[in-house]
């Protein structure tokens, strides 16, 4: 049986792709506990440094597999499509933003639906120039989910936010760096190994400031000054009970490069 998601770990890179090409790897159930999974066990792995997640194929995700979803069969009540949603593609999207090693997405062709909001909720983002942006949720006469209408307005604003979620287009890559969506967009052809470098960069940095860092920057559009000025020094006193950064200040004062272990 063909595998859903291939999976490896090389370096203390734990490398995911999205295995269903002919489908432009969309999104089944059992795809998504797969990585809600792997992305729980690199938070648990110190030996897992960074998480890359990319696509099969010509596209990176064209968002949730929606056969057999509007159907016929039992009757639907009430409370019901939240309750998917909720336990669904929100606990994916979760999943990433929650993920305590860095995530970096390397996103090879169309990013669509939900495929967006996991592109969006990555820390970091590589785009092919061939790759594409759409919120194609309007085009199905659906409103956002997986977390769409909060990770937009937060990255772009929210004028820019509707302009795509409400005319849904495709955005081109080169675009989307334009705007902010992106970190970086390569040629096809070297977008594996920018991913790669980019991955073994953060693979050797301290891995725990690296987790502070990112749950200071996700909760900070939700803190007030006075707030996130206390997660900041709370945060700074956990971390200098690390070995990587006692690793860090002896490497200053040493004058050398540290040598950081994840720890």
Known sequence: ??????HRVDDGVSW????????????????REELIGLLDAASADPDIRVVV???????FCSGADLRGSSGGGAERVPGDVA??????????????????????????????????????????????????FVAAFV?????????????????????????????????PAADAERLGLVNRVLPAAELEKAARDWALRLATGPTRSM???????????????AAAFTAEATAQEINMTT???????????????PRFGGR
């Open 1 to 6: 049986m063909k595998e859903l998601l291939l």
């Open 16 to 31: 995911i792709t999205l295995n269903r090409p002919d489908t432009l790897n969309a999104i089944t159930a059992e795809m």
């Open 53 to 59: 997640l990319t696509g099969a194929g010509r596209g």
């Open 83 to 132: 309750r998917v949603i909720r336990r669904g593609v929100q606990r994916l999207v979760a999943a990433v933003l929650d993920c305590e090693k860095p995530v970096l997405a390397a996103v090879n062709g169309a990013a669509a639906g939900v495929g967006l909001s996991l592109a969006l909720a990555c820390d970091l983002v590589l785009a092919a120039d061939t790759a594409t």
């Open 139 to 171: 085009r199905r006469g659906l409103v956002p989910d997986g977390g769409a209408a909060y990770l937009l307005p937060r990255l772009i604003g929210p004028q820019r936010a509707k302009e795509l979620l409400l005319l849904g287009e495709a955005l």
């Open 211 to 225: 987790a502070l860092t990112k749950q200071l920057v996700n909760a900070s559009l939700e803190s007030d000054r």
């Open 243 to 257: 070995a990587d950064a006692q690793e860090g200040v002896r490497a200053f004062v040493e004058r050398r490069p």
